[in-house]
């Protein structure tokens, strides 16, 4: 896996995975924010939805999803949205 963090001008090897923070995400009636940790590994992606900020005693976890690559894969081919 590899990961550019300037646009795609260069890449660098990701062996690990990536981590990425999506910060002030509103949640519900947009009055309160979160954030949306993803975690993007060569076995898929997961995505944990929070209320509060990283780091903070009073953070708490709302919710959780996970897809394996090979259902992310099945999902972009075009010959399973034409059946």
Known sequence: MKVSVDGGLSYIEASSGV????????????????ELHLNATSEGVIWDLYAGRLGR???S???????PMDAIVF????????S
């Open 57 to 59: 005693t009073n953070q």
């Open 19 to 34: 981590r990425v923070i999506y910060e002030d995400v509103a949640i519900g009636d947009e009055s309160h924010c979160g």
């Open 61 to 67: 976890i709302l919710g959780t999803n996970c897809s």
């Open 75 to 82: 999902d972009l081919l075009p010959l399973k949205r034409d």
